[in-house]
């Protein structure tokens, strides 16, 4: 690992654990928590959560494991670039996601508006607060305590953003909500590296499907730019697993480099010394305003052409009412679920049928739908 910048976080300084422990010996805390991160249940069951594409669809298309190996990988690049701490990066980018629900936005939609009209007291359900909840309280691995027990620092950094209601309730990595206050930089960077996988590793899937083509894309000028550059340097590239190929690793590359110098940039321009002072200051992570007007451009090509294609539209309809009808049922007859999800009281209950629904798969889910309903 390269010298740590000033502003970065150091593990010796970390604020700490929720539960007293040990320090690890021949690893430092932050690689602690990555450890236990990847040996964890949530982190398996991503292999069989979607991406875009539900998981039988298609076994090339990404899944949210793959994703968030991706955006650690990004993230880890830009970490030692900046000076930053590499460990705890790499355990934001893959605890990221723990709590998405079967379906991905589709189930965590279905999710949230159950928790809320069924529910109303609960809180509703957000995928972000979820992942929280899987490290601080659900996972099942340790004696001494519920949850990973992660240091402060890395949860700082699943928790991406928080409504002030919920922020209350969370104490000490719930004030920067209330306050303002920025997180780490290796929070800020984890952020924007899901941010460049999902926009681009979603145009190889799109076009690995056929649900968009080559020439839609190369009216986004971001992908045309680069789409010119390929061909520049493969003039004989007829094969189009490689050109999409190429293209999407070149834009991938394109973002990274942007966002280093650009943060960069803000860090010399701000000059910050220490942790803390850096997250007094406004966010030091960014794009550049052009990239940042690429990116956006992509993110809306995606939106109408990809997420509300008619075929990803009907799978996104069926999940939805699986989710429902299966929250609906759990709530009308607990002893539907097994002893450890029943609990006496009515918003304990919304919250661990809640809990029950986000950890499945997408072919759990689909599996208990069918002996449900299914005759």
Known sequence: MVALAPYACHPEHSRGRRH???????????????????????????????????????DLFRTRLTHSIEVAQIARSLARNLGLHEDLIEAISLAHDLGHTPFGHAGQDALNACMRELAPDAGGFEHNLQSLRIVDELEERYAAFNGLNLCFETREGIL???????????????????????????????????????NNHDIDDGLRSKLITIDQLREIAIFERHY??????HPKLTERKRLIAE?????????????SHTTQANLQSHAPQSVDELRQLPPMAAFSTEMRADADELKKFLLHNLYRHPQVLRMTVKAQRIVRELFQAFLDEPRLLTAEHRREDELEQARAIADYIAGMTDRYAIREHDQLFKM
């Open 20 to 58: 007293a422990e040990a320090p690890p010996q021949r690893r430092n805390a932050y690689q602690r928590d990555r450890d236990r991160i990847v040996h964890c249940n949530a982190f398996r069951l991503l292999e069989y959560k979607t991406q875009v594409f539900i998981n039988h669809e298609g």
């Open 160 to 198: 991406k953003h928080c409504s002030r209601m919920h922020a209350h309730q969370l104490g000490e990595v719930g004030e920067r909500f209330l306050h303002g206050w920025q997180p780490s930089l290796e929070a800020q960077i984890a952020n924007l590296a899901d941010e460049v996988a999902y």
């Open 228 to 233: 010119q550059q390929v061909m520049q340097r």
């Open 247 to 259: 293209i999407v690793r070149s834009m991938i590359n394109a973002f990274v480099i942007d966002l």
